[in-house]
């Protein structure tokens, strides 16, 4: 998958999008990406539906944006943006990636994911954290829904790992990532700020038009 690829639209409509259903059970993604959009779209989120997450089979983040971003639309016939998104470290082969979620186990438990992270790179290099352990934020977007067969973006955030956990803010692994030019974690950033840099604003910039 490239990062650099640009953002792909089929059969758009040429008015803009005034409705839209978030596909995500994850609270903290729906509340970025509701700040991220523009206040004159109703927005609504899987969560009231209290729907499950399709499996997610792909193979690249884009791929897993899709399914969900698809699945959502058809069982609300509305129109669905679906996140999908995770970490790279360079040093475990890119690892966790669209695994990321899922090394928290059924529940989705990041503290557990990132004890993961931690005694992965471990294994690999005990003195990993008196280096720079390069990492990056991967975000893919895909809008889908009636007379919309696809839109998507990819997002991304280069940076490196923590030594430790730092900051109760964000989510996921928002405690062990600090961007690039950036002295603190995500975890220790003011949502404002964290929320306007990272590869989720990042994605909306090249699928913003459409809305």
């Known amino acids: 998958m490239l990062y650099g690829e640009k953002t792909k639209n089929f059969q758009v409509k040429k008015k803009k999008i005034k409705e839209l259903l978030i596909g995500s059970n994850n609270a903290g993604k729906v509340r970025e990406i509701k700040h991220l959009l523009p206040r004159n779209i109703k927005v609504q989120s899987i969560i009231d539906y209290k729907f499950k997450s399709p499996k997610e ?9 899709y399914i969900k971003s698809k699945y959502f639309s058809k069982k609300t016939n509305k129109i669905c943006l679906a996140d999908d998104s995770g970490l790279e470290v360079d040093k475990l082969n890119k690892k ?20 993961r ?82 590869h989720r604003a990042k994605a909306f910039k090249k699928i913003k038009k459409f809305l």
């Open 117 to 198: 992270v931690f005694r992965e790179l471990n294994k690999v290099d005990k003195n990993w954290r008196k280096k720079t352990i390069k990492a990056r934020f991967v975000c893919a977007l895909t809008i889908f829904g009636p007379n919309i067969k696809k839109i998507h973006s990819i997002g991304v955030v280069e940076g490196k790992i923590s030594s430790k956990k730092k900051g109760k803010n964000g989510f996921g692994y928002d405690p062990i990532f600090i961007p690039k030019g950036k002295k603190i974690t995500f975890g220790q950033m003011k949502f404002i700020k964290k929320f306007k840099i990272d």
């Open 57 to 65: 089979t792909g193979k690249t983040f884009l791929e897993n944006s």
């Open 96 to 115: 966790p990636g669209i695994f990321s979620a899922r090394w928290g186990g059924k529940k989705n438990n990041f503290d557990l994911a990132i004890k």
